[in-house]
T-cell receptor, first 115, second 110 residues
Framework: EAGVVQSPRYKIIEKKQPVAFWCNPI?????LYWYLQNLGQGPELLIR????????DSQLPKDRFSAERLKGVDSTLKIQPAELGDSAVYLC?????????????FGEGSRLTVL | DQQVKQNSPSLSVQEGRISILNCDYT??????FLWYKKYPAEGPTFLIS?????DKNEDGRFTVFLNKSAKHLSLHIVPSQPGDSAVYFC?????????FGTGTRLLVSP
């Protein structure tokens, strides 16, 4: 079974440029998460989707960040414009609502460097 | 306000000995606690979990202990192996989302 797939793995951009990250969750997982991981910190939730609905986006900086999950499968996270402080790893995770243990399956992450 | 804390940023252990990683939390509404393991340039991978209604869960070399009165959990790895060298994150589930600690880097030397 394929795991959570993210792309690109690495991205270097100049500040004020836009950037987008893509995530394909595990087949059949209806819950999808975007987490932000700064250096030396644990992952922090940005947004959670149940199918195509964003049910928790309270931590998403909506002035520059946006996300979508069309058709309840793949998801895209966009930053426009990027700032120096956005340099981090962006992790996508998915889970099945039928599993009540809280286990999330993570992708390898997209490392963003803003110059 | 950090709800999940891992106060030890690093831990060094010799191969074959026990590794004990600790985690403290503040929110009594958390219903599940999980440990994740992370290698460099990879995403976190699930290791073991425990429900808030239990005090111990064991899976092979890994055991998680939960002390609800102290709001404390620990992960025991026995015996430790060099391949266990990684960053370990404690996570707690509340309101359908996971809150992570800052991680403990474990180094198991041969």
């Amino acid at each position: 079974e394929a795991g959570v797939v993210q792309s690109p793995r690495y991205k270097i951009i100049e500040k004020k440029q836009p950037v987008a990250f893509w995530c394909n969750p595990i087949s059949g997982h209806n819950t999808l998460y975007w987490y932000l991981q700064n250096l030396g910190q644990g992952p922090e939730l940005l947004i959670r989707y149940e199918n195509e609905e964003a049910v928790d986006d309270s931590q998403l900086p909506k002035d520059r960040f946006s996300a979508e999950r069309l058709k309840g499968v793949d998801s895209t996270l966009k930053i426009q414009p990027a700032e120096l402080g956005d340099s981090a790893v962006y992790l996508c995770a998915s889970s099945s609502s039928g599993v009540n243990t809280g286990e999330l399956f993570f992708g390898e992450g997209s490392r963003l460097t803003v110059l | 306000d950090q709800q999940v804390k891992q106060n030890s940023p690093s831990l060094s252990v010799q191969e074959g000995r026990i590794s004990i990683l600790n985690c403290d939390y503040t929110n009594s509404m958390f219903d599940y606690f999980l440990w994740y393991k992370k290698y460099p340039a990879e995403g976190p991978t699930f290791l073991i979990s425990i429900s808030s209604i239990k005090d111990k869960n064991e899976d092979g070399r890994f055991t998680v202990f939960l002390n609800k009165s102290a709001k404390h959990l620990s992960l025991h790895i026995v015996p430790s192996q060099p391949g266990d060298s990684a960053v370990y994150f404690c996570a707690a589930r509340g309101f359908q989302k996971l809150v992570f600690g800052t991680g403990t880097r474990l180094l198991v030397s041969p």
